[in-house]
């Protein structure tokens, strides 16, 4: 079996203020990393266009709308404090959700054993109606409902050890006792949100904060004792991961002190949980990571261990 790759150039396009950390040299540098030799079995395909009708899977049309009217002809236009659209950024932010429907589509019909996505810009932060953090539209979101709405999944756990809490999917799936969101974050630290008091409606929310300056050992107990158990109670169909690479050591947006090999053990962790609960179905999505040797090497590991899955 095998592990799709998906990436396309368009994510190149979304150009964001000079000196802002999510920039294209980001997806650059795991292009160049994953054209070394050992990983030369992956299967690698373009990015597809999404269309609106999936992103509205996850957010409001008339959100939906919004976010692809307020794409600017030139220049750069303003969403939020540190959220910026370039004339690129739609065409950017499409394949990315195009990437993760892709993704879903050949895991959930066995074409593939596992994917991950390395396209920018990131997602995890969107909310249902709101642009933030560097995100338009929740790409793992989207993920999740497809594989529910296309494929019959009816449980989806999501994984996401970004550096950052994903209010945008906790917001998303807060009353939805159908998907599991679990993260591993720094607090405090931006956004703010995701103490381990948030649980949702139905006590599908599964949040473990992590303290600045922790490094492996409370990121793999957390993950050992807060997180894994849930998701393997939670017998999901599909496990989509929101991977950020921001706790690497290196990253200069955090303060946790997490190394490329945990990232590999994390993911090794879940692909054993996917291989006993749903076939090994597991789709992986980028999202953060902003010191570029960090983020190639963690990425590497990563992927890896999905390839050796
Ligand atoms: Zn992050």
Known sequence: MSTLYLFHPAALDH?????????????????RILEDERFSALVREQAPMATPELVALAHPEAYVAAIAEAAPTEGLVAIDADTSMSPGTYEAVMRGV????????EVMTGKVKNAFSGMRPPGHHAERTRAMGFCFYNNAAVAARHAQKAHGAERVAIMDWDVHHGNGTQDIFWDDKSVLYASTHQMPLYPGTGAASERGTHDTIVNAPLRPGDGSEAFREAFEVAILPRIESFAPDLIVISAGFDAHWRDPLAN???TEEDFGWATRKLLDIAERRCGGRVVSLLEGGYDLEGLARSVAAHVKALMEA
Do not use: F, S
């Not at 964001?16 to 795991?30: A, F, K, N, Q, Y």
């Not at 990437?99 to 879903?104: C, G, K, N, P």
């Open 15 to 31: 150009r964001t203020p000079l000196g802002h950390p999510e920039r294209p040299d980001r997806v650059r540098v795991i292009e």
């Open 98 to 105: 195009g990437a993760a429907v892709q993704a879903v589509d």
């Open 256 to 258: 946790l002190n997490l």
